[in-house]
């Protein structure tokens, strides 16, 4: 495995010390689109397991909204972030 990384890393070296490999604000759309696909990944299973309890008992439709909505923060925290940057 280290040796397949090896070329890519002196490539990376050798082109320009001083530049960045990826520019700011592509690194920030990066990071907001990883932060929106971790969060959607994880609501597909707490939203399913909510609907489930839900199913069984409704007195707990306020606890699965709250769990299904909470990964959203991931994505607003990211949002943040690129606005402040």
Do not use: K, W
């Not at 050798?14 to 960045?20: G, L, V």
Request: glycine share 8%; hydrophobic share 60%; no cysteine.
């Amino acid at each position: 495995m280290i040796e397949a990384i090896e070329p890519l890393m002196t490539a990376l070296q050798s082109e320009a010390a001083s530049s960045p490999a990826i520019e700011p604000t592509a690194a920030a759309a990066l990071a907001v689109g990883l932060a929106a696909f971790g969060a959607g990944y994880a609501e597909r299973g707490i939203g399913s397991a909510a609907m489930g309890a839900i199913a069984e008992d409704e007195s707990l439709f306020v606890n699965g909204l709250i769990l299904t909505v909470l990964p959203e923060t991931l994505v607003i925290l990211a949002l943040v972030v690129v606005f402040l940057v």
